[in-house]
Nanobody, 125 residues
Framework: QVQLVESGGGLAQAGGSLRLSCAASGRTLSSYAMGWFRQAPGKEREFVAAISASGGSIRYADSVKGRFTISRNNTKNTMYLQMNSLKPEDTAVYYC??????????????????WGQGTQVTVSA
């Protein structure tokens, strides 16, 4: 069992930056592929970025490509999402997730086995 806790959310102005962290406990993250998702009010949870267990494979949603960077530090059991050039449409609750399959990256909510509780990101115009 893996417990995930997100942090780093908050309020930012358009064009600003935030860095989200996802800390894991219970099991070592080095065995899990990881992902970030987000959910805006009234919308379905959507894929943001994913990273394989080793960090060698990374994928982004088109909407964040070139602005967001996913990374992980397996020795610290932590994953990150650096968000730059934020836009009001990035406003959402951001969730991290872990997939027991370590290889590759996956885009669907149903692919992931463990979820954090979410952290709110609000971007003002």
């Amino acid at each position: 069992q893996v417990q995930l806790v997100e942090s780093g959310g908050g309020l930012a102005q358009a064009g600003g930056s935030l860095r989200l962290s996802c800390a894991a406990s219970g099991r070592t993250l080095s065995s899990y592929a990881m992902g970030w998702f987000r959910q805006a009010p009234g919308k379905e949870r959507e894929f943001v970025a994913a990273i394989s267990a080793s960090g060698g494979s990374i994928r982004y949603a088109d909407s964040v490509k070139g602005r967001f960077t996913i990374s992980r530090n397996n020795t610290k059991n932590t994953m990150y999402l650096q968000m730059n050039s934020l836009k009001p449409e990035d406003t959402a609750v951001y969730y991290c997730a872990a997939d027991r399959r370590p290889l590759g990256t996956r885009l669907r909510v149903s692919d992931y086995d463990y979820w954090g509780q979410g952290t709110q990101v609000t971007v003002s115009a």
